[in-house]
């Protein structure tokens, strides 16, 4: 038995990257672990062209189901949930989901951005579109409000360790419902 055995988590866009290892890390830890994000194995990707940036997500093989498989081989439960964080009634179904399936939400990891498809991958700093700019860093920021505001309260002990993306944010379980922003 894991450290989290019995323990419920949210990593919202677990797809890939930093939120994919949280979310395997988790699963080590014996947790429970809904995984969220927007690529899921039901959309069907074309192949890549060998021109196509690594960032380009249409092309991207990594997905939901993958990474909740990934969770399950670590030891964990991994559930994958097709989701997109920018919308307040898909997240709030995903919470009245998790409280019905789960009794609540013990961790909540939100590590989402959305942002690449605004993103001007290649171009210099002074060239950027700043209306793109301003809408991918608009996103990011309601993404992780939108989730926080849904999530925390779903909260099943009263008290949730939330991460939010950053070098430098700590676990925060101090008693009642808390964030790391940093």
Same mark, same amino acid.
């Given at each position: 038995?894991?450290? +989290?055995?019995?323990?419920?988590?949210?990593?919202?866009?677990?797809?890939?990257?930093? !939120?994919? !290892?949280?979310?395997?890390? +988790?699963?080590?830890?014996?947790?429970?672990?809904?995984?969220?994000?927007?690529?899921?194995?039901?959309?069907?990707?074309?192949?890549?062209?060998?021109?196509?940036?690594?960032?380009? +997500?249409?092309?991207?093989?990594?997905?939901?189901?993958?990474?909740?498989?990934?969770?399950?081989?670590?030891?964990?439960?991994?559930?994958?949930?097709?989701?997109?964080?920018?919308?307040?009634?898909?997240?709030?179904?995903?919470?009245?989901?998790?409280?019905?399936?789960?009794g609540g939400l013990d961790i909540l990891v939100n590590d989402i951005w959305g942002g690449e498809t605004l993103a001007e991958w290649g171009t210099?700093?002074?060239?950027?579109?700043?209306?793109?700019?301003?809408? $991918?860093?608009?996103?990011?920021? $309601?993404? *992780?409000?939108?989730?926080?505001? *849904? $999530?925390?309260?779903? %909260?099943?002990?009263?008290?949730?360790? %939330? @991460? @939010?993306?950053?070098?430098?944010?700590?676990? %925060?379980?101090?008693?009642?419902? %808390?964030?790391?922003?940093s």
């Open positions: 038995m894991g450290a +989290l055995t019995g323990r419920v988590a949210l990593v919202a866009g677990a797809t890939r990257g930093a !939120g994919r !290892g949280i979310a395997v890390a +988790l699963g080590e830890a014996g947790a429970t672990v809904y995984c969220t994000g927007r690529t899921s194995e039901v959309d069907a990707r074309p192949e890549a062209p060998a021109c196509v940036s690594p960032f380009e +997500l249409k092309h991207r093989p990594e997905t939901i189901e993958e990474t909740a498989r990934m969770v399950a081989a670590a030891g964990g439960r991994g559930i994958p949930v097709q989701a997109d964080h920018s919308d307040p009634e898909v997240v709030a179904a995903l919470a009245e989901r998790i409280d019905a399936e789960a210099p700093a002074w060239k950027v579109d700043v209306d793109k700019g301003r809408a $991918m860093f608009e996103g990011a920021v $309601m993404t *992780h409000i939108i989730t926080a505001r *849904h $999530m925390i309260p779903s %909260c099943s002990s009263g008290k949730v360790a %939330c @991460w @939010w993306r950053s070098p430098t944010a700590t676990p %925060c379980t101090t008693g009642a419902p %808390c964030s790391t922003t």
